[in-house]
């Protein structure tokens, strides 16, 4: 005979499993937001579990050590900036010139740390306090969202669209520092996101560009 199936579509098991894993989504949510807002060393899980409505013990059921739950959140953050650049770029048709591709991922990277992702913001602003054991990990995956501002840069520079005085390394460091620091300093009752993206794509567009006006100032040497 075949075994007949739950009238509600599931089993107990399975219900209790999707139930753990709505709990464990619930409680990154929280810990995402309490690691935003308080930082590294005022992320109390006391904080996480009032905000995921679940008792503090409950939290070492889905997680071995505060350490844990932090590291994930900010390898999730990492992953989810990195998804949300790529789809974008992956979006433009293919006559979508290099440049403005930087300028997409500008775009993109803004609108992932500043609306999209607790996560993401709370990984970018807490990467640097992290301790060293944690750190390892959130560098691993900020190095893959690096390669991919690092190609969007070269290809640029290779297609010509780049002003040629540019030192590539320094401007994508100078570029990603200042979206960076974004998550710091933006007070969406001072100034709407698009006006935001819109003034740092203006500084992209016209402060890499290969038609940018040429450099006239007189040079002091570096001691």
Not at 135 to 155: I, K, N
Not at 171 to 194: C, F, H, K, Y
């Given at each position: 005979?075949?075994?007949?199936?739950?009238?509600?579509?599931?089993?107990?098991?399975?219900?209790?499993?999707?139930?753990s894993?709505?709990?464990?989504e619930?409680?990154?949510?929280?810990?995402?937001?309490?690691?935003?807002?308080?930082?590294?060393?005022?992320?109390?899980?006391?904080?996480?579990?009032?905000?995921?409505?679940?008792?503090?013990?409950?939290?070492?059921?889905?997680?071995?050590?505060?350490?844990?739950?932090?590291?994930?959140?900010?390898?999730?953050?990492?992953?989810?900036?990195?998804?949300?650049?790529?789809?974008?770029?992956?979006?433009?048709?293919?006559?979508?010139?290099?440049?403005?591709?930087?300028?997409?991922?500008?775009?993109?990277?803004?609108?992932?740390?500043?609306?999209?992702?607790?996560?993401?913001?709370?990984?970018?602003?807490?990467g640097?306090?992290?301790?060293?054991?944690?750190?390892?990990?959130?560098?691993?995956?900020?190095?893959?969202?690096?390669?991919?501002?690092?190609?969007?840069?070269?290809?640029?520079?290779?297609?010509?669209?780049?002003?040629?005085?540019?030192?590539?390394?320094?401007?994508?460091?100078?570029?990603?520092?200042?979206?960076?620091?974004?998550?710091?300093?933006?007070?969406?009752?001072?100034?709407s996101?698009?006006?935001?993206?819109?003034?740092?794509?203006?500084?992209?567009r016209?402060?890499?560009?290969?038609?940018?006006?040429?450099?006239?100032?007189?040079?002091?040497?570096?001691?």
């Amino acid at each position: 005979m075949p075994k007949q199936r739950s009238l509600h579509g599931e089993g107990p098991a399975r219900a209790e499993s999707s139930k753990s894993a709505r709990t464990r989504e619930r409680i990154l949510d929280a810990a995402a937001k309490v690691l935003n807002r308080n930082g590294y060393v005022g992320t109390r899980l006391s904080d996480i579990a009032e905000l995921a409505h679940v008792q503090a013990p409950a939290l070492y059921y889905y997680f071995a050590s505060r350490e844990d739950l932090i590291e994930e959140v900010v390898t999730l953050g990492m992953a989810r900036a990195l998804t949300h650049v790529s789809e974008s770029l992956d979006a433009l048709p293919p006559e979508t010139s290099k440049l403005e591709r930087i300028c997409v991922a500008v775009g993109a990277h803004l609108e992932v740390v500043l609306r999209l992702s607790d996560y993401a913001s709370a990984a970018i602003r807490n990467g640097p306090q992290l301790p060293p054991e944690l750190r390892q990990r959130q560098l691993a995956e900020q190095r893959t969202y690096g390669e991919v501002w690092r190609r969007l840069f070269e290809e640029a520079d290779a297609a010509g669209e780049l002003h040629p005085e540019l030192d590539l390394r320094s401007a994508r460091m100078i570029v990603l520092g200042g979206l960076n620091w974004a998550t710091e300093w933006w007070d969406p009752s001072r100034g709407s996101l698009p006006s935001v993206i819109h003034t740092a794509q203006l500084l992209a567009r016209h402060g890499l560009a290969r038609n940018a006006a040429p450099d006239t100032t007189t040079r002091v040497p570096c001691t």
